[in-house]
Each structure stands twice: as structure tokens, then as C-alpha cells.
């Protein structure tokens, strides 16, 4: 009886050991079949001639070709072998066709796509662009469908959602250059917040919170200006009517929210080599797949390596190639506006205008629903744009968007793919003029010793100034009248002071921002580092952007400990900032209690008079710096109106009641949750990246495990982190580079947290703990011919 037993539960541990083991064998498979390979040759049809890649140790593909066309075609066939699914994404989102593989969660999305139409903007910039930029697009495409045609095994991501990719199309890369331009712009999502504050508030508040310069603020460009600036405007009269609800960011696979960025960029004069010294850090989410694919393009007309957008041929967010080295920063500009429509009472398809109602361009479009057939809607789309108020919360109703983007001359690929082949500033800014939707900074250096930079955002110029909020759209009075010409917009060549440098602040004093907010503590903690001495060597500059000393703290710190300095109940707490260097390290604790203490100053000082959801959408992204200026504008006047509690209508609070009451919150809360000891509070324990794959949240596992990183959202090193998860960090460097022009085989680049998409791929997640502690890896731009692993493309036999 007992062997019995013994057999049987022999047998069922067997049994369950075999399950197990097929289980994990057929896991594996299922990840691994997809993979490619990095050695050996490929036939590949539509290859005029052979064309070699070398990928070095982290999956950074070198692709030599002999003709533009050969280039551009290898680029996209291998960035679809380890992006194809993230491309996928970003076209079915400017497509509207998310739904296709997503079903019905992703409806919405696709009404918000569809009615601003992003594709058909997409389809008129392709008929619009340079025979020379088509030749690329046309080649890429080509290149991407030729792995689509091929491919065996497609990501698992497909056999997991039950679908697959569609031809490729050239609009489906315009689209990709099109979200990115949308993505860097601010006022789509700032002025229905601002908006709300007016309905909320009031106008004579919302007129306190509208841009601030600080005094001193270091702008990009060298200027005498040191007195503070603040927006004016004169607000519309307009009905309070209600909104459809507090402005949020649409559910979306592909990352929508915009993020700092910063550049640093020295001299010869500045350095010890003689020779510049160029640091590019956009920050935007570290994802899974990485928003950047890292690539070195060499054949025909261009040896260009850096940060490419899967979708788009070319190198996109920072780059060099050969002569000259690029990086982008979130430029902040106000070029886009919300008009309100007047509708025929007798006719909903006509709107009011000066000349008398005028019929609104109707648009049908289908929207495919995995597995429920179409849905249909109508996108109506008067003189000032599509009218988004169903798509758009927070916006009153009948309200059209007005931006240069969707006007079918975008540019983002055109001006690209121009800097790609530069050779000198002239050159630089020829390209960077055919740019209009995007709102951003570009740093340059080249290898004859010159430095610069190049403001770009096509400003608006309007009829009655700014319009910080939703303006009424008959009479015409709001409406923009033309731009303000490239040749306008702030540039520098070789400042005197012998370093250019942008932190996403104001470019240079002008009437002409608009509603721009603009960011200034970490440029002042760059000033502080850049006049400590006269010249720096190439580890100096690489430690500035890792640089975490914080200017925020510089300036509250002593305000802390000056109202709560004499409270028995905070003594130990406040003891421990007495002596911090206001650095935002993983060991501080004082780095955790600063940052609970300005989350709390701010709902502390804000909830009441402008509402827990507007401040709770402030918080998010790049927009947590906009009440963060409002506090330091307005903490020197301690008796200011901003600082009152108006739920206590007998007592009139004060700054230092705001300072005070926030200390015991931050307090309270860390106590809570790390324990009183404030020796425990390291920062690094509770700011943290979980780096998240698209589906990660039904598959856990493809997400990666969390990650110390050092800074917050108002350091050079940054790290933003989410106020409705403290202190869950959600964006930081997104792409790195560092040039070295005294020695181009010193460069280093990063994108976090690998090359491939493709999980248990090698290169799936290599980079992340590189990423986290501020590391780069080697570029090999000058040797990459000599990198070992292989594979030869050669062109196919055409069936």
C-alpha cells in the first residue's frame, strides 16, 4: 500500500515536473523564435546593392550602404526587426486605428486621433515634401515592408493581441514625425487648464498665474535683461458656460505627456582641450521599448549616428554627423490656440462669422473596432481648425484647435533629415526653417570650433495678443493674421561668455511667447556650476549632466528652517537640513523631505482656491513646474492673497502659515510610511523606475524591475516622479550624448533601457542599470568598421 503511494505520488510530481518543464521550454520559444540575428547574410528583396551592418555590444546597429536609397531601406528593414510593434503603435495612433488591435478600450482614442485629424495632415505633408526627402521616405518604407513580408515569426506582442502589421505606408512615417511634434507642445494641454482656473478662480486670479521670468533668470542667450517679466494680457469676455470637465491627457499606448530636456554645450575657450564639448539629455519616459533607437547611418550622402524615431528614417532627437552635433529641448512656445464656435441655431453644420454663417467642412470618418465591425463620426472642421470639444476635456463646447502642425507642412522630417546632412550653422538653420509644429531649442557644435543654438516654434501673430484661454471665434478679433518669420526667432552663434546652454527657459527677452511657460531653477544651477571656473575638462561637462544640486531647494531650504526652526515638534527635522549641500542624491534623506514638503506647499496653498482636480493635473509632467513658479513669485510677499486658506474665512494665512503647516505634513507622511527616524528617509528608497512595456500591465513580467535614480523634476539630472504615487519616478533621460570634438572616438551616447522590444532578447534591457546610475556607452563612431558582428544584406531575387 505505502509503495503504492509512493509510485503514484512519484508519478504526479513527475508529471507536474514534465508540465513545468514543457511550459518553460515552450515560454521560451514563444519569445525567443522572434528574435533576430545580428551575424551571417540575409537576401532581402529591393536592396539595389549589398549593404553591411555592424552591431556593436548593446545592439547599436552601424549601417554601411552605397547610395541613399540602400540606406534608408536598411535602416527601416532592421528597425522593424526590433521596433516593429512600437511602430506599429505610433501609426494605428496617428491612424485612428487603434481599435484594430486593441477593440473597444481604445475608441476614445481613435475619436481623438480621427478628429484632429493627424493622418490626413500626415497624407498632405507627403505631397508636400522635397523630392530629396520622399527618395527617403519611399526607401524606408520599403525597407520596413520587406520585413513585413518576410518575417517568420512575428513579435509576440501580435500573436498575443491576435494581430499583425499592415503594409507600411510613407504617411505612416510623416505621422510618426507629426505625434512627436504634437507631443513637444504645451499649450494643447496648459491653456485648458488655464481655462478652468478662470471658471474656478476667476480672471483676476488666472492674470496672477500667467508666465513669471524671475529676476536674474538666465536666459539662453547672453542679455543685460535681470528684472523680472511677467505675461500681460487682456482676458476676452466670454460665458462661463460649463466645461465637459477637468482638461486629462487621453489613454494611449504611445506617450503623449511632454517632459524637460536639457543641453550643455562649451567652447574651446571653455574647455581644456582646445576644443567644444557638446552634451545632449532629452528626457522623456524611459519605456519599454525605448522611444529612441539608437543607429549609425553611413553611405550616400550621410555618416550621421544618434537618436532616431522608430517609423521615421534619419537620426531625430540628438545627433552628429561628421561636422556638427545636435540636441533638442522642449521649447515651450505658444503656438496654439482654442476658438469657440457661434452654431446656426436653424443649421448645426454652419458656424458664425464676421461675413455671416459659413458651412463647417464635414469629414466622415470610419473607426474599425476588433472584432465589432465600424463605427462612424463626423469631424467638423471650421476656418480655426476641427472642432474637439467631444475629444478634449476641459474645453467649452463647439471648440476648434488651431495649430501649424495640422496644416499639411509640418516639417519634422523635412527639417531632420536636413540637420542629418549639415555642415555648418548656416546650414543647420537652413534646415531647422522648414520646421512648424514643433516647439523646441537645438543645441549645435561643430568640429571647426563654433557653438550655437536655434529657437524654433512658428509664433502666431494675433490680432488681439495672447490667448491664454478658449477666445470666441466669430467676429475674427482673435485670429491669427500670419508668423513670425523664421529669420526672427532667437538663434546665437559663438556667445562671448564661451557656453550656450538650454534648461527649456526663455531664449531671450521678446513679446512674442505668449502664454509660454518657461523653466528656470535648473538653469540656474547651471550658471552657478558654469562661472565656478574657467575651463572644464570632458569629465566635467559629463558630470554636469549628472549634476543633481537643486536651486528649488537652495531657495526654500532657508525659508524651512527659518519659520519652523523655533517648533519643538520638528527639531529633528529640520536639524537635517541645516548642513545639506541641496543635492537630490539616492542617499539623502533631506532630498525625500524637500520633495514631500513642496508637494504639500503646493496643495496646502493652492487646493482651496483653485480646486483639488486642476492642481492634481498641474502636477502632472512638465506642468508641476507652472504652481512651483507661482509659489516663488509670490514668496516674498508674505502676506500675499495666493497664501490664504479662503475656507478660513476669519484668519488670513500667510506664507510662513503655509510653510509651517507643510513641514508637519511632509512630516507626517514620511513618518508613516519610512518610520520618524529621518535617518531612514533615503531618497533612494522611495524614488524609484519601473520601466513599463505597453501591455505590461496584463503581463507584469515584461515590465522591468524598479530602479534607483538620483534627482527630481527641478535638478539637470532629472528624475520627475508622480504626485498621485509618491515618489514613483515616470521620466527621466530618454536619450543621451556626449561629443568629445577633440576626439570623436571619446563620444558616448545611451538610450535607456535597450536597443530591441523584443523580450528575452539580449538587448531587451542591457542598458537600464548603465541608464539609472547616469552611464553612457562607447558610440564607436569612428570604428565601426572594425566592430565584430556581421550581417551582409544583399538584394534578393525578386519573385
Known amino acids: 500500500m505505502k509503495s503504492k503511494k509512493t509510485r503514484a505520488l512519484v508519478i504526479t510530481l513527475s508529471v507536474i515536473l514534465a508540465v513545468v518543464l514543457i511550459g518553460a521550454i515552450a515560454f521560451q520559444a514563444f519569445f525567443r523564435l522572434p528574435l533576430p540575428s545580428y551575424i551571417g547574410t540575409l537576401q532581402v528583396n529591393g536592396l539595389k546593392a549589398p549593404v553591411e551592418v555592424r552591431t556593436d555590444d548593446y545592439g547599436i546597429p552601424h549601417i554601411f550602404a552605397q547610395s541613399n536609397e540602400d540606406l534608408f531601406f536598411a535602416q527601416g528593414y532592421i528597425t522593424a526587426r526590433e521596433r516593429m510593434f512600437e511602430m506599429d503603435l505610433t501609426r494605428l495612433a496617428g491612424r485612428g486605428e487603434l481599435s484594430t488591435l486593441f477593440g473597444e478600450r481604445m475608441i476614445e482614442t481613435d475619436k481623438y486621433f480621427k478628429t484632429l485629424g493627424f493622418y490626413r495632415a500626415a497624407e ?14 519611399d526607401a524606408y518604407t520599403e525597407g520596413v515592408n520587406a520585413y513585413i513580408n518576410s518575417v517568420k515569426y512575428l513579435p509576440s506582442e501580435y500573436t498575443i493581441l491576435g494581430g499583425k502589421p499592415q503594409a507600411w505606408k510613407p504617411a505612416d512615417s510623416m505621422v510618426g514625425g507629426l505625434l512627436m511634434s504634437y507631443r513637444l507642445n504645451s499649450p494643447r494641454g496648459i491653456k485648458p487648464v488655464l481655462y478652468q482656473i478662470y471658471l474656478k478662480a476667476g480672471p483676476e486670479m488666472l492674470k496672477k498665474l500667467l508666465p513669471y521670468i524671475p529676476e536674474g533668470a538666465p536666459y539662453i542667450s547672453a542679455t543685460d535683461s535681470n528684472v523680472p517679466a511677467y505675461a500681460q494680457t487682456t482676458l476676452p469676455e466670454i460665458e462661463t458656460t460649463a466645461s465637459s470637465g477637468m482638461y486629462s491627457e487621453i489613454e494611449c499606448p504611445v506617450p503623449l505627456r511632454m517632459r524637460a530636456s536639457n543641453w550643455m554645450i562649451f567652447s574651446g575657450s571653455r574647455t581644456t582641450t582646445g576644443k567644444p564639448v557638446f552634451t545632449g539629455s532629452p528626457d522623456l519616459e524611459a519605456a519599454i521599448p525605448s522611444l529612441f533607437y539608437l543607429v549609425h547611418l553611413k553611405g550616400g550622402d550621410y555618416d550621421v549616428i ?3 524615431i522608430p517609423g521615421l528614417p534619419g537620426v531625430h532627437a540628438l545627433g552628429f554627423n561628421g561636422r556638427m552635433a545636435w540636441s533638442i529641448t522642449v521649447g515651450n512656445g505658444d503656438n496654439l490656440d482654442f476658438f469657440t464656435e457661434t452654431l446656426n441655431p436653424a ?10 454663417y459659413k458651412d463647417f467642412q464635414i469629414i466622415d470618418e470610419p473607426i474599425k473596432v476588433k472584432g465589432k465591425g465600424y463605427q462612424n463620426i463626423r469631424v467638423k472642421v471650421s476656418r480655426h481648425g476641427p472642432i474637439v470639444s467631444e475629444v478634449m476635456r476641459g474645453l467649452p463646447s463647439d471648440c476648434a484647435m488651431l495649430w501649424p502642425g495640422l496644416m499639411g507642412h509640418d516639417g519634422t522630417v523635412e527639417g531632420l533629415l536636413g540637420l ?13 526653417g522648414k520646421v512648424r509644429g514643433g516647439s523646441v531649442h537645438l543645441g549645435y557644435a ?11 516654434t512658428t509664433f502666431p501673430i494675433r490680432k488681439s495678443g495672447e490667448n491664454p484661454i478658449p477666445v470666441p471665434g466669430e467676429k475674427g478679433q482673435y485670429d491669427w493674421t500670419g508668423f513670425i518669420p523664421f529669420e526672427e526667432h532667437p538663434y546665437e552663434l559663438n556667445p562671448a561668455k564661451g557656453y550656450v546652454a538650454s534648461f527649456n527657459q526663455t531664449p531671450e527677452p521678446g513679446d512674442y511667447y505668449g502664454t509660454a511657460y518657461f523653466i528656470f531653477e535648473r538653469p540656474f544651477r547651471f550658471e552657478e556650476m558654469a562661472n565656478a571656473r574657467d575651463k572644464f575638462t570632458v569629465d566635467d561637462i559629463r558630470a554636469m549632466q549628472n549634476d543633481v544640486g537643486s536651486n528649488l531647494a537652495k531657495r526654500w531650504s532657508p525659508r524651512i528652517l527659518s519659520v519652523c526652526g523655533g517648533d519643538q515638534s520638528l527639531t529633528a527635522y529640520t536639524a537635517i537640513l ?11 534623506p533631506q532630498a525625500t523631505l524637500f520633495n514631500s514638503f513642496t508637494a504639500h506647499l503646493i496643495r496646502n496653498t493652492l487646493y482651496d482656491q483653485l480646486g483639488t482636480e486642476i492642481v492634481d493635473e498641474l502636477f502632472k509632467d512638465l506642468h508641476v513646474s507652472i504652481p512651483t513658479q507661482w509659489l516663488i513669485r509670490y514668496m516674498g510677499d508674505n502676506n500675499h492673497e495666493i497664501w490664504d486658506d479662503i475656507s478660513t474665512a476669519a484668519v488670513s494665512e500667510t506664507c510662513d502659515d503655509m510653510v509651517l503647516k507643510s513641514m508637519k505634513d511632509a512630516v507626517a507622511e514620511l513618518s508613516a510610511r519610512l518610520g520618524g527616524d529621518p535617518r531612514n528617509w533615503a531618497w533612494g528608497r522611495v524614488h524609484q523606475m519601473t520601466i513599463k512595456h505597453p501591455l505590461g500591465s496584463v503581463l507584469p513580467f515584461l515590465n522591468l524591475s524598479p530602479l534607483t535614480y538620483a534627482g527630481d523634476d527641478f535638478t539637470i539630472h532629472a528624475g520627475w516622479w508622480d504626485r498621485a504615487h509618491p515618489y514613483d519616478m515616470y521620466s527621466g533621460a530618454a536619450v543621451r550624448i556626449v ?8 563620444m558616448t551616447i545611451m538610450s535607456p533601457p535597450g536597443q530591441s522590444g523584443m523580450y528575452l532578447s539580449p538587448y531587451y534591457s542591457d542598458l537600464a542599470e548603465t541608464w539609472s546610475k547616469g552611464g553612457q556607452v562607447p558610440a564607436h563612431y569612428t570604428d ?3 566592430l565584430k558582428q556581421v550581417l551582409t544584406l544583399e538584394p534578393g531575387q525578386a519573385e
Do not use: C, H
Request: no cysteine; hydrophobic share 30%; aromatic share 10%.
Open 739 to 746: 561629443v568629445d570634438m577633440s576626439d570623436l572616438s571619446n
Open 347 to 356: 443649421n448645426p453644420d454652419q458656424y458664425l462669422t464676421e461675413d455671416g
Open 784 to 786: 565601426a568598421g572594425q
Open 306 to 308: 544618434g537618436g532616431s
Open 124 to 137: 498632405a505633408e507627403y505631397a508636400n515634401i522635397s523630392p530629396e526627402t520622399k527618395t527617403a521616405v
Open 420 to 432: 542629418n546632412r549639415a555642415k555648418n550653422f548656416d546650414e543647420f538653420r537652413q534646415a531647422l
Open 446 to 456: 561643430d568640429i571647426d570650433g563654433n557653438i550655437g543654438y536655434q529657437y524654433i
Open 578 to 588: 541645516k548642513d545639506w549641500d541641496y543635492g537630490i542624491t539616492v542617499e539623502s
